[in-house]
């Protein structure tokens, strides 16, 4: 009697232990399952758009292409200590109008880089509760964007307007601070074709 109690107690411990065995491998396998299961679903994933007004990254860099605005080589005080004009421009990077006027303000930077001081400003970065001085940045906010100041080498701002003026508005300030001809009068700049440049040589 006694033997057959003890042969059923090791009859019980090896199926016990033969099925715990299993079950860990089951479990093992169930979890690897479900990890490829959450790799290969498809996903809603985010997608970077001009048009919408979700966060993607700072705009300059994804939609400019720019990141030798980001952050900016000189701030506001040192620009005016200088008497170099500036370009301040106030936007978020979760905005479209933003996004989409990222373009115009690397534009100003390729035609006026060298001689104004361009200043993106995130306007997230801003205390708004702050009290602020006519040589910081934050002084010239007005609540939306983008916002576009320019101050001039005396310290005067020449242009402030919110929402995303045409680049040819912009310029024309800018011709008038810097005393450039104006558009019209002036001769566009443009690179000489390579049959230009053969034709010096061979002559």
């Known amino acids: 009697m006694i033997y057959s109690l003890l042969r059923f107690a090791s009859i019980v411990k090896n199926n016990f232990y033969r099925f715990s ?20 679903l498809p996903t809603n994933q985010a997608i970077a758009g001009i048009d919408d007004d979700r966060y993607e990254g700072n705009i300059y860099i994804l939609y400019a292409g ?18 170099t004009p500036a370009i301040v421009v106030f936007c978020v990077d979760d905005s479209s109008d933003c996004k989409q006027y ?3 303000v690397s534009r100003f930077q390729e035609f006026y880089g060298r001689a104004a ?3 993106p ?6 205390d708004l509760s702050a009290k602020y001085q006519k040589d910081q940045e934050g002084y010239y906010y ?6 576009t100041v320019i101050i001039d080498q005396k310290g005067k701002v020449v242009f402030n307007e919110q929402g995303q003026p045409a680049y040819e508005k912009v310029d024309d300030q800018l011709r008038k601070v810097f005393d450039l001809l104006p558009r019209e009068e002036s ?11 053969n034709s010096e040589i061979t002559n």
């Open 21 to 40: 065995q299993k079950l860990a491998k089951l479990s093992a396998l169930t979890l690897v399952l479900i990890s490829l299961g959450f790799v290969c």
């Open 117 to 119: 001081s361009i200043i």
């Open 121 to 126: 400003v995130n306007v997230d970065a801003l």
């Open 66 to 83: 720019n990141g030798s605005l980001v952050p900016p080589r000189i701030n506001l005080k040192e620009s005016l200590a200088r008497e």
């Open 142 to 147: 007005k609540g939306k964007v983008p916002q």
């Open 102 to 104: 990222s373009t115009l």
């Open 187 to 197: 001769v566009q700049l443009q690179r000489r074709s390579f049959n230009e440049y």
